[in-house]
Nanobody
Framework: QVQLVESGGGLVQTGGSLRLSCAASGNIFRINDMGWYRQAPGKQRELVAVITRGGSTNYADSVKGRFTASRDNAKNTVYLQMNSLKPEDTAVYYC???????????????WGQGTLVTVSS
């Protein structure tokens, strides 16, 4: 079993910055892609950023140039640096990971519990 624990959400003013962290733990052999999704009230969950084990990234158009995803493979942790935040960035942010687990060596898709980011205007 694999667990993801997020931290770093909170309230920030327009133009401010926040850094989210997500640490994976459990019966992990290796973690492949890790990513961040968000869900605003009344909207569907959407991809924010994904980062491969090798560090390649892909971002939603709405956050390009403002958000940066990174990861520390030794710590099984992924980060999301969010700059120039806008009110429309307000959402619950979820961490996602595709983990190869022990002892089955099968890949599981795992989600964190979510952390709320609120950007005030």
């Amino acid at each position: 079993q694999v667990q993801l624990v997020e931290s770093g959400g909170g309230l920030v003013q327009t133009g401010g910055s926040l850094r989210l962290s997500c640490a994976a733990s459990g019966n992990i052999f290796r973690i492949n892609d890790m990513g961040w999704y968000r869900q605003a009230p009344g909207k569907q969950r959407e991809l924010v950023a994904v980062i491969t084990r090798g560090g390649s990234t892909n971002y939603a158009d709405s956050v390009k140039g403002r958000f940066t995803a990174s990861r520390d493979n030794a710590k099984n942790t992924v980060y999301l640096q969010m700059n120039s935040l806008k009110p429309e960035d307000t959402a619950v942010y979820y961490c996602n990971a595709r983990a190869i687990t022990i002892p089955t060596l099968r890949q599981l898709e795992v989600w964190g519990q979510g952390t709320l980011v609120t950007v005030s205007s």
